[in-house]
């Protein structure tokens, strides 16, 4: 393997949410340190945005745009995606298969291992990105995605783990020793232009909540919360909801359900920049998270934001971890919202302080080296061994032609 200039192949199944933000921005990082970049996602799950985006970043992938039907569980169709993927990987002799999620970490390892078997010595890397560690290990998919994670763990070469907390859930769930796989804490990074501060417009709703509309992400208490202050309080909050997901109908009846359809307003998938100016106060109510980017996101744009104590959040706060909300408590979560509601003057210090905070340790270029020096082979003792195996061949053969 090269330490100059690398031939690296990312590999994730749906292009879309956190996991597809960092992908892109390692991408477009690592073409301008110099390396060839090669992306390979599904065909069957990118919607027209990250097509978009995956469109416009084609003719600098020099490695390629590789899209195949990928199931979001293994399954028979997957043997043909595996064929042409490693047919069209073979000529390339990629020297890092990245893969990102639970299967576009199978993908990697798994096809990174058939390279293997055709001398080709490509590093494989895996980032979690949550995906297979949000399971838990009592449940029946959790048993099959946690085994399949531990049968993978020996084809593994690199773990990057974007937070503490996630390096802690793979630790218990499936195993981490010192020597291997090799691994690596490295947090989601922002660009600078990301660090400017976002204004609210005039008729903004008092609260916006950004993201997937899933029951994980909290969805149903934060519109208990608003139900709560509105019964109990002469406050009448309004909330913007911007995001689309499975559970969105669901929170749509529920505000139907508690009548506050005059207070809500779903406004479905918007690009962050048309989000921001929304609400005036965010709140991301998550139950399970790695390492969100909207966090990081939000404080960056100086947004005063109320968010839970889970994931890889309490890293982001830092020293501020104590405003952070309790996960899943419906009665802390009213509580925050009621108190930075009539203390936004404090909320606003506070996002000011968490944004300084983040231009000097979550910046996408330190995010790019870190993950990128990693590439750079851990070489293990069978292959130290196979190289003085090789280099004794070539002496003893030297040595025979001199005598001939």
């Known amino acids: 393997m090269s330490t100059d200039k ?15 933000r960092h992908l892109m921005d390692l991408v477009e990082e690592q073409i301008e340190m110099g390396h ?10 990118i919607p027209p945005s990250s097509m978009k985006q995956l469109e416009a970043l084609k003719p600098s992938l020099s490695l390629g745009l590789l899209a195949v039907p990928m199931a979001r569980s293994l399954a028979p169709k997957d043997l043909f995606s595996f064929y042409k993927l490693t047919k069209h990987l073979a000529p390339l002799k990629p020297d890092v298969l ?3 999620g639970a299967k576009g970490g199978v993908w990697a390892r798994i096809i990174g291992s058939a390279l293997r078997l055709r001398g080709i010595r490509t590093q494989r890397v895996y980032s979690p990105h949550g995906g297979s560690l949000h399971y838990d290990f009592s449940t029946t998919s959790g048993k099959v995605y946690i085994t399949l994670e531990k049968l993978l763990r020996p084809l593994t070469d690199s773990l990057v783990f974007t937070s503490a907390f996630e390096k802690a859930a793979y630790q218990q769930k499936i195993g981490l020793n010192d020597n291997h796989p090799h691994h690596k804490i490295v947090h989601n990074g922002l660009r600078q232009a990301e660090f400017k501060r976002s204004t609210a417009r005039e008729n903004a709703a008092d609260l916006l909540f950004v993201g997937e509309l899933r029951l994980l992400k909290g969805v149903d208490l934060l519109i208990n919360a608003l139900d709560d202050l509105h019964k109990n309080s002469s406050t009448k909050p309004t909330l913007a909801i911007v995001g689309d997901g499975p559970d969105r109908a669901l929170f749509e009846q529920m505000v139907r359900d508690k009548n506050l359809q005059v207070f809500v307003t779903f406004h479905g998938f918007l690009p962050l920049s048309q989000a921001l100016p929304l609400g005036k106060t965010a709140v991301i109510p998550s139950r399970a998270e790695a390492l969100p980017y909207i966090v990081l996101e939000l404080l960056a744009a100086q947004k005063p934001l ?13 020293e501020h971890q104590k405003t952070l909300v309790q996960p899943d408590d419906q009665q802390s979560l009213t509580n925050a919202v009621s108190w930075a509601l009539s203390h936004s003057e404090e909320q606003t210090q506070l996002s000011l302080q968490l944004q300084d905070h983040l231009k000097t340790n979550f910046t996408l270029s330190q995010m790019a080296q870190s993950i990128t020096q990693l590439y750079h082979p851990v070489r293990s003792a069978k292959d130290e061994l196979a190289d003085a195996s090789q280099q004794s061949q070539q002496s003893t053969l030297h040595s025979q032609n001199k005598l001939t």
């Open 306 to 318: 109320i968010t839970t104590h889970v994931g890889g959040i309490p890293e982001i706060y830092a």
């Open 98 to 100: 990245h893969g990102h």
């Open 6 to 20: 690398l031939k690296i192949v990312h590999c994730i199944r749906a292009p879309l949410g956190g996991a597809f």
């Open 36 to 45: 060839e970049l090669g992306i390979i996602c599904a065909s069957n799950a």
